[in-house]
């Protein structure tokens, strides 16, 4: 199911000169920023929870389908659409939350793997089911491309760094400056403290479910005019989403958005400058790479392993 | 205590009739399908033989070791081409392609284990689910050995010496026996001091540590068992349906496997081997209800995921113990009237007195 | 010859020295304590000692063995045992499993004698099953033998937890805080247990905070304050010691009141 999203179009097998490097660099940066918001999604919920939720990456793919869905079938205008897709992407994630994670009181954490992966399962299935098996396609919020330095850049890129540049900044201060944003970090840090002042871990839980979700939601309606979005794209989101963490180290909001930015450069140079044939493998090789030699994230600080 | 040992032996016997019976039953049952699709219903039977050998492997690692793996797909699919390879490409007998694919799923068991040694929990997930990918994606780019994603066919059938295993009936056989084979050795592993051991590393690394348990070499080693158990059913597979192609190793493929020993239930073989079968029948509900209509196969069918994913998230919710644990329950009530309560099924606990 | 020689060993977290420099020895036969306030860096010390830490600096020599750097289960089978402050049984599994596990040390059939039921695998079982059980009432738990360890009260998990320690056939135990949660009669059996421990041939070190059971049994004390030692000798002596004295003053936990 990875190789059935191509990300970007590879051009390997040519000399790559300048303009074309940065040509690389962009698509890089575009896929990144889309890995970025994957990962910041999965960084939410692993405050909250201390679990992955391995079905992150079916928010990306709801994200695009419901958008799709609003537009095609409802017939909204497009930022209406995208509006609403995005928000029932959110709300898909609350829904996950309060009926497959909160009755699971104990929060052990393979326990909760297992009931994300089959959450991941049940989320695609379910959209095959509503939407169809086929590819499903969204107009460009603008048409046409930029030329930087004699790279040229499609406008819907643009939408993207845009998109996923807003959310960081409006995420960021959620975060510092709303009494919801403090609440959260609170119950990151100290569930039990949280309490005692009067914040209750179970809905900020479950808002960071909505959250992750909206995050996925966007980054899946900003990716859909370009590559298209079917039933079966999440886990590859959701995979690469992970490298992106993980890459940047698990916990970090800043580190996930570098991290998904590293691994769409070093995606896109391998390409530029190995072979596409192995395209899809090389977030894979990273992601097991940092798992086995560097766990706590390029960006994370040391971590020993506490007994 | 003499009269506990009597009431314990007479338990024992009581269980060993029962796998007997089922033994018995599962022998025999090729002799009872006949009719017009009696070949389809023994390869039907024949496959979810080849799950529950996958599966009795799982149970191992995730089950009693408490490991989870989101790539066992990739294991069965290293299996199964390189027995295609060495039987098809090289023309070597089914017993060559059967080593070839132990040794081969052993090294990628060793592979993924060692890195993975210092991963817990997501991340052992997560590099498991990684490396599943990865395979896959090798198994479509090497299209000069694996045939890309058109697959591979024209692999040879099963055979031992100068006898091949044509007939549905014989191939049925020779899966379900080494299924069995499979649960035996994993019975006599999982009662004795490796199997206390995995569930002592399931139980508390910690505790297991300081009780003198060589963590990483019982890790490595039940990765590697676990693998081969299904490097073994890939080599079953490759042989007896011919044709091996991409898109049965996939992730979805590792996730139904994880439900099937999700459902199946924690240390225990037999809950598994039974998951196995159900959600393996839940593809080919034609089997179990012979008059089924077409369009109501149409339906579960196209619900099959949906009910896969149902189940993982429903029994782990309210059924964690899985089928084993209800199993066990029902077992203890029987039991009641036999002996008195006890530790767990799993007999480690009354070994000295059955010997 | 002291059985255990602790040199120079110091292990700091970031900006925090938990053990600075904390050296003393410890002869065979001997019960010896380390007591300190809470966070004197005791657990930590302990960790250093069975593999389960390492520490920045220093060495720890067991019957002429360096144990620095060794993986906890290798330190075990060197002869060294420990319990944990936070008890770390297998809870789903019988009291006798969990001391069996402790005999794995000992025993060896592997992955491959055991699948094929090798005779010897199946004697060694029996012998481990029989040893389990031994093991079991000398703490005074064979009531408790097929009972899972997640139904046995506080006060008798740590006997189990000891229990399974005694399994590896240590030379020396080293227990964290063996008496917290007991009650008199408890602590009072556990006394017990310890000497008829030590009369098995078995060297204790033994971290706790019960003053009354620290003074009953051990023959030497070792005090740590904020990761230092800052006393060391027989029980008498340090009751007196005014160092120890304005440690436990100076700092009333109310968590162990």
């Not at chain 2, 009662?191 to 139980?203: E, I, N, V, W």
């Not at chain 2, 619900?303 to 203890?332: K, M, N, Q, S, T």
């Not at chain 3, 036969?29 to 302990?46: D, Q, R």
Request: hydrophobic share 50%; with cysteine; aromatic share 8%.
């Amino acid at each position: 199911m990875i190789s059935s999203t191509g990300l970007f179009q590879g051009r390997h097998g040519k000399t790559v000169d300048t303009p074309e490097l940065l040509q690389f660099a962009l698509a890089g940066l575009k896929n990144g920023s889309i890995y970025a918001l994957v990962a910041l999604g999965f960084t939410i919920v692993y405050a909250s929870t201390g679990v992955l939720n391995f079905a992150q990456g079916e928010f990306v793919m709801l994200g695009g389908m419901l958008s799709v869905w609003a537009y095609s079938t409802l017939g909204l205008p497009l930022p209406l659409a995208g509006l609403l897709g995005v928000l029932l992407t959110g709300l898909v994630g609350v829904i996950f939350e309060l009926l497959a994670i909160r009755p699971r009181k104990d929060g052990d954490p393979l326990a909760l793997i297992i009931i994300t992966v089959g959450g991941s399962m049940l989320l695609s299935s379910l959209a095959r089911h509503l939407f169809g098996p086929t590819e499903k396609a969204l107009p460009r919020f603008s048409e046409g491309s930029v030329n930087i330095f004699g790279a040229s850049l499609e406008r819907q890129s643009l939408w993207i760094f845009g998109i996923a540049a807003v959310a960081v900044v409006l995420l960021t201060f959620m975060y510092s400056y709303t009494r919801l944003g403090k609440a959260m970090r609170a119950c990151a840090i100290d569930r039990n403290a949280a309490r005692l002042v009067g914040i209750e871990p179970r809905m900020m839980v479950t808002l960071s479910f909505g959250l992750a979700a909206i995050l996925g939601g966007l980054a899946g309606l900003a990716t859909t005019p370009l590559t298209q979005t079917a039933f079966n794209v999440g886990p590859s989101f959701g995979v690469k989403g992970f490298a992106a963490a993980i890459l940047g180290g698990l916990g970090n909001p800043f580190a996930a958005v570098l991290g998904g930015l590293t691994l769409g450069l070093l995606e896109s140079m391998s390409v530029a400058f190995i072979s596409s044939t192995y395209k899809d493998a090389i977030s894979l090789i990273i992601l097991l790479l940092v798992l086995f030699v560097r766990p706590q994230g390029l960006f994370g600080g040391s971590s020993r392993q506490k007994v | 205590m003499s009269g506990r040992s009597l009431n314990i032996s007479r338990f024992l016997t009581v269980r060993a009739a029962i796998v007997a019976v089922l033994l018995l039953v599962v022998a025999v049952l090729p002799l009872f399908v006949t009719g017009t699709d009696a070949r389809y219903v023994l390869k039907v039977l024949t496959f979810v033989g080849i799950n529950v050998l996958i599966v009795t492997g799982l149970a191992l690692l995730f089950g009693y070791a408490g490991q989870v793996s989101l790539g066992h797909a990739a294991f069965y699919g290293l299996g199964a081409y390189a027995s295609a390879y060495v039987t098809a490409t090289l023309g070597m007998p089914w017993f060559v392609g059967l080593a070839a694919a132990i040794a081969v799923t052993a090294l990628g068991g060793l592979a993924l284990a060692v890195p993975s040694l210092r991963l817990r929990g997501h991340y052992l997930a997560m590099a498991t689910l990684g490396f599943g990918e990865i395979m896959r994606i090798v198994f479509v780019e090497a299209s000069s050995i694996t045939g890309g994603p058109d697959g591979f066919s024209g692999i040879p059938l099963p055979s031992l010496g100068s006898f091949v295993f044509a007939t549905p009936q014989s191939i049925y056989w020779l899966v379900w026996g080494v299924a069995a084979l499979a649960i035996m050795i994993s019975y006599n592993i999982v009662s004795g001091r490796p199997g206390r051991s995995m569930r002592a590393l399931h139980g508390s690394e910690l505790g297991a540590m300081a009780s003198g348990v060589d963590l990483v070499g019982l890790k490595v080693r039940v990765f590697v068992i676990s693998a081969v158990f299904a490097g073994v059913a890939g080599s079953l597979y490759a042989a007896t349906v011919g044709f091996v192609s991409p898109s049965t190793f996939t992730f979805h493929f590792s996730v139904v496997l994880v439900a099937m020993a999700v459902l199946g239930g924690t240390r225990s073989l037999a809950g598994p081997a039974a998951a196995a079968i159900l959600l393996t029948l839940v593809s080919f509900p034609d089997i179990v209800l012979p008059g089924l209509s077409r369009d109501i196969l149409a339906v579960v069918q196209d619900w099959e995921v949906d009910i896969y994913a149902l189940v993982i998230i429903l029994v782990v919710l309210f059924l964690p113990e899985g089928i084993a644990g209800a199993g066990r329950r029902v077992l203890g009530l029987l039991r009641r009237g036999v002996v008195e309560p006890s530790g767990s099924d799993s007999g480690t606990g009354q070994r000295g007195d059955e010997a | 010859m002291s059985l255990l020689e602790v040199r120079e060993v110091t292990r700091r977290f970031g900006g925090l020295t938990a053990v600075d420099n904390v050296s003393f020895n410890v002869p065979e036969g001997e019960i010896c304590a380390v007591i300190g306030p809470n966070g004197a860096g005791k657990s930590t010390l302990f960790n250093c000692l069975t593999g389960f830490d390492s520490p920045d600096a220093g060495t720890v020599t067991f019957a002429g063995r360096e144990l620095v750097g060794m993986r906890p289960d290798r330190v075990v089978r060197a002869g060294v045992a420990r319990t944990f402050q936070n008890t770390q049984l297998f809870e789903e599994m019988s009291a006798r499993e969990n001391v069996m596990v402790g005999c794995h040390a000992k025993t060896r059939a592997g992955f491959v004698s055991t699948a094929l039921r090798l005779p010897w695998t199946v004697k060694e079982e029996r012998l481990a099953a029989e040893d389990a059980d031994r093991l079991l009432r000398l703490v005074g738990l064979e009531e408790w033998r097929d009972a899972p360890a997640a139904d046995m009260p506080h006060g008798l998990r740590r006997l189990l937890e000891i229990a399974r320690a005694l399994a590896t056939q240590p030379h020396l135990m080293l227990l964290d805080e063996p008496a917290a949660g007991l009650n008199n009669s408890e602590t009072e059996a556990l006394a017990h247990a310890l000497y008829r421990i030590r009369d098995h041939g078995a060297t204790l070190v033994v971290v706790e905070h019960d003053m009354g059971l620290v003074m009953e049994v051990s023959d030497q004390i070792v005090v740590l304050d904020r990761g230092c030692k800052i006393a060391e000798g027989p029980p008498r002596l340090i009751q007196k010691d005014p160092e120890v004295i304005r440690a436990y003053l100076g700092e009333e936990d109310p968590e162990d009141v």
